[in-house]
């Protein structure tokens, strides 16, 4: 069987770490090499993460004005289940569960 598209040339280059004409220097005995360098992160990257943290951590955990409403509803007797909905989402929730178990 012939497999085509790959260059065995440039394979064994890449192997011996002869990528792109660039040679790999032999390294000491006990060292590793050293891993290639990245370029730094624009600074904007860092302030949006920054910011998104923040954002998040003086959001509120509970939204009070849900909790209010619903709280109103249940007292005023308009609240309402749907048992066949309700019964869907936890089964759904259920598979998905086993399923995500390694």
């Not at 990528?19 to 590793?32: F, I, L, Y």
């Not at 949006?48 to 509120?60: D, L, V, Y």
């Not at 609240?79 to 309700?86: F, G, I, R, S």
Request: net charge positive.
């Amino acid at each position: 069987m012939k497999i085509t598209g790959q260059d065995p040339a440039k394979t064994a280059e890449l192997t011996l770490g002869k990528a792109k004409g660039k040679e790999t220097q032999p390294t000491a005995a006990g060292k590793k090499p050293e891993a290639p360098r990245r370029a730094p992160l624009p600074a904007t990257s860092s302030l949006t993460t920054t910011r998104a943290r923040e954002a998040i951590r003086n959001e509120a955990d509970v939204r009070a004005d849900k909790v209010a409403e619903v709280k109103e509803r249940i007292r005023s007797g308009k609240y309402e289940v749907d048992a066949d909905k309700l019964a869907d989402k936890m089964i759904n929730q259920s598979l998905r569960e086993d399923i995500e178990k390694p």
